[in-house]
Nanobody
């Protein structure tokens, strides 16, 4: 099993930036796809972006061009750089791991606890 801990969330004004981190424990991390999801109150958990073991990203249209995912397998960490933030980006952000590039939340068993991102107008 892989244990995941998200960090880096906070309160920013629209147009600002944040960098989230997903720190993992477990020797299989380097062979797994890592994804970011977000969930706003009253909404379903939404796919944001994912990265393959080799570093190939796939990103949802809603954040493409503003968010960038990266990974450092030596540190067992995945990052989410968020630029040009909008109020609609406000949500709890979660990371998750899987053997394949899934984009639906019900395909994942292992989740972190999430980190809150709030973007003010």
């Amino acid at each position: 099993q892989v244990q995941l801990v998200e960090s880096g969330g906070g309160l920013v004004q629209a147009g600002g930036s944040l960098r989230l981190s997903c720190a993992a424990s477990g020797r299989t991390f380097g062979s797994l796809h890592v994804s970011w999801f977000r969930q706003a109150p009253g909404k379903e958990r939404e796919f944001v972006t994912t990265i393959s073991p080799g570093g190939t990203p796939y990103t949802a249209d809603s954040v493409k061009g503003r968010f960038t995912i990266s990974r450092d397998n030596a540190k067992n960490t995945v990052y989410l750089q968020m630029n040009s933030l909008k109020p609609e980006d406000t949500a709890v952000y979660y990371c998750a791991v899987a053997r394949y590039r899934y984009t639906t939340s019900n395909a994942y068993d292992n989740w972190g606890q999430g980190t809150q991102v709030t973007v003010s107008s």
